[in-house]
């Protein structure tokens, strides 16, 4: 194809059109009239040999080709902007910005700490408000509103307009007070059956893996408590004989501060893969890209200081692998 004859608008007009799926309103956003705009989406349409939008009982919907083509114009465009227009650097130091965030309450427990104490280094005038919006898109209306700068979400397929990138995979581990009376050193099928369990609602991701497998092995566990969140369970756990089974990276700082003691799951439990989300709005801007950029070098400092501690344990484990087959020899020699 010869790239000679191609207006850069067009690509602008393109990447507007599929975010809007509405010609008046890209027209609008891009100014230019409503004619105009519709004389842009032939030659669009021309150019890929696609209809671009097409009609539906729902209004205007882009098209697979459109779909498939968008990030890869986007990725254009801003390989272009950064390179042409002059961008004022963000300096953390001096900000006194404030940043609207959607998480949940387990992920501001894992954050939040680590994040504090590099803002008191890097920006300390920088204040932030977390909220949390659930998860029936609710968060996606307000980071298009703009109520909030950014989100947490299970996955990587956003809605045209937003942006995702991979954040960490959550695994799970079970929790009870260190001195429970029924558990020795480590949680087996049995006593994970007999044993109250603290749960959230049945809705949550790792609730309804739990209840599917044990489905599958015709038992069922004892539920006793239903809270709403994981912020009251560290009190029940240590004054009571229940457990229950949280996310890895929520459970490394409540132990800290709780006389609780976590166990490998005696079920296999799928990591559940969280991502950073943002609107396209805020895709440019240095300060949104300072945020991101901070939230995900948490992750990855916290995600390589939890690998270190899995391999040291994943040694230690095979020493005493060694160890127990050496002394179970009929020649060993060796004294437990």
Known sequence: MNLAGINLNLLVALEMLIEEANVTRAAEKFGLSQPAMSRTLRRLRALLGDPILMNTRHGLVPTPRARQVMPAVRRALELIRDT???RQPYDPLSATDT???S?????QIGLLP????RLKQEAPQVSFNFTFYGREGGQYAALESGEIDL????SRDVPLGFHAEHLFDTKYACIARQDHPRIGKRLTLKKFLELGHIRLPASGAVERQIDEILAQQSAQRRIVVTVPSYLPIPWLI???DLIATMPTLGIDMIVKYFPIKCYDPPIPLRPRLISIIWHERTHHEAKDRWLRKTILNIYRELDLKQAHVDNSTLFRRRERHKRDALCSS???QCLR
């Open 99 to 101: 940043f609207n965030i």
């Open 114 to 117: 680590s994040l504090l104490q």
């Open 238 to 240: 240590v004054n009571s």
């Open 151 to 154: 989100a947490a979400e299970a």
């Open 103 to 107: 998480w949940a309450d387990i992920g």
């Open 330 to 332: 009929p020649s060993s």
């Open 84 to 86: 042409i227009e002059p």
